[in-house]
Nanobody, 123 residues
């Protein structure tokens, strides 16, 4: 069984910063891409918005709305992905989810999701 657990969310004023973490545990053999998505609570019918992605060798990709403000990184020794969020805006308010493409002893390159962590940016 594989689990992804996010932490680091909370309430911050506009212009502030937060750092999210997502730790992976369980029977993990390897992790390929890792990433962050978000979904605003007032848009439950919309698809989750991709925020950032990082490959196993460190290549990154960002959504247009966060590029230049957010930085994704990972620690492969800890099976953990991070999201440093700077210059936060009220529009960044959402539940943030991490995901990862993971191979285990029983499955190959399966997508796993965390439970989400709330980020609220006040104006």
């Amino acid at each position: 069984q594989v689990h992804l657990v996010e932490s680091g969310g909370g309430l911050v004023q506009a212009g502030g910063s937060l750092r999210l973490s997502c730790a992976t545990s369980g029977s993990v053999l390897s992790i390929d891409d890792m990433g962050w998505f978000r979904q605003a609570r007032q848009a439950p019918g919309q698809q989750r918005e991709r925020v950032a992605k990082i490959t196993s060798d460190g290549n990154t990709n960002y959504g247009d709305s966060v590029r230049g403000r957010f930085t994704i990184s990972r620690d492969n020794t800890k099976n953990t992905v991070y999201l440093q969020m700077n210059s936060l805006l009220p529009g960044d308010t959402a539940v943030y989810y991490c995901n990862a493409l993971i191979s285990t002893t029983t499955s190959l390159r399966e997508v796993y999701w965390g439970q989400g962590t709330q980020v609220t940016v006040s104006s």
